[in-house]
């Protein structure tokens, strides 16, 4: 289903929610190109946006480096965006 949304009419009620993408560069499920879509479409928005890709990171985040980073940056992103 995803493959088939129009996503800038799927968003269009959350572009002003606070928003974290963070992309594994080798993921073949959710690939960087509907990555770089989904970017384009929240460069818009009114929302506070961080968008991370990581080189070495699949769709499950299997690089044990790159995993530990998603999750201090995502720890970090909810303490930043709650607070305001």
Partial sequence: QLF???MEDELKDLESAP?????GELDNIITVEHADRF???RQTAKGKNKFIRLPGCDH????PKEQLF???????W?????KA
């Fill in 39 to 41: 970017l384009m479409t």
């Fill in 78 to 82: 909810f303490t930043d965006t709650l």
């Fill in 60 to 63: 499950d985040f299997s690089d």
């Fill in 4 to 6: 088939n949304m129009c």
């Fill in 19 to 23: 928003l974290l993408h963070i992309q």
């Fill in 70 to 76: 998603a999750m201090q940056e995502t720890c970090q």
